[in-house]
């Protein structure tokens, strides 16, 4: 199974989030970062994303007679590279843009469900903006973006920091026409 194909799927992508920033979890640590996903689910995908090499065991320790095993992420094999996502169906598409869209929805709701949830004071946002960008405009915006979030990834756990989840979802809402709009002194003389 490749990478985008692991990924696809809402609780092993949770799994993936829960463990940024370097932490290292264990299963039980998991589940309860997940806690609308079975155990046995959370199990089953943790594994899976060990045998893949997706995570790594940082260490071990005896628990009651039982091996605990901490995981920690592999950055390294995480990465999904241009090439894979060129090769995508139209439906391969929108089959991730809806786990990533389930994925937001479970993560806000167990945010909300949580005692301490404060959506003002935590600063949560959800906004959209439709804006008009020629290419060079598109690949700019991106590029600035990427100089914002990057640095911000390395950032370590730490007491005065919460982990919040940035999900920037861009796609064009409708293609360049031909015709330069209202307002243009470009006009048809037969109207």
């Known amino acids: 199974m490749d990478t985008l194909e692991l990924l696809a799927h809402p609780v092993r992508l949770r799994i993936v989030h829960a463990m940024r920033g370097g932490r290292a979890l264990t299963t039980a640590q998991l589940c309860a970062r997940i806690p609308d996903a079975s155990k046995a ?24 007679g039982a091996v605990e095993r901490r995981y920690r992420l592999r950055h390294d094999r995480v990465v ?70 990057l640095p911000r990834l390395a950032n370590q756990p730490a007491p005065d920091r919460a982990q919040y989840l940035l999900s920037p979802i861009l796609f064009p809402i409708e293609q360049p026409s031909a015709d330069p709009g209202p307002g243009s002194d470009d006009h048809d003389p037969r109207t």
């Open 80 to 149: 999904v590279d241009a090439d894979a996502v060129a090769a995508q169906s139209p439906d391969d598409h929108r089959r991730i843009f809806a786990t990533s869209m389930a994925v937001l929805v479970a993560e806000f709701n167990a945010y909300l469900d949580r005692e301490n949830a404060d959506p003002v004071a935590d600063l949560v946002g959800y906004r959209q903006h439709a804006v008009w960008l020629d290419h060079g405009e598109l690949e700019e915006m991106i590029g600035e973006l990427r100089r914002a979030i």
């Open 41 to 64: 689910m959370v199990y089953r995908h943790v594994e899976l994303l060990a045998n893949s090499g997706i995570l790594e065991v940082a260490d071990e320790r005896r628990v009651r």
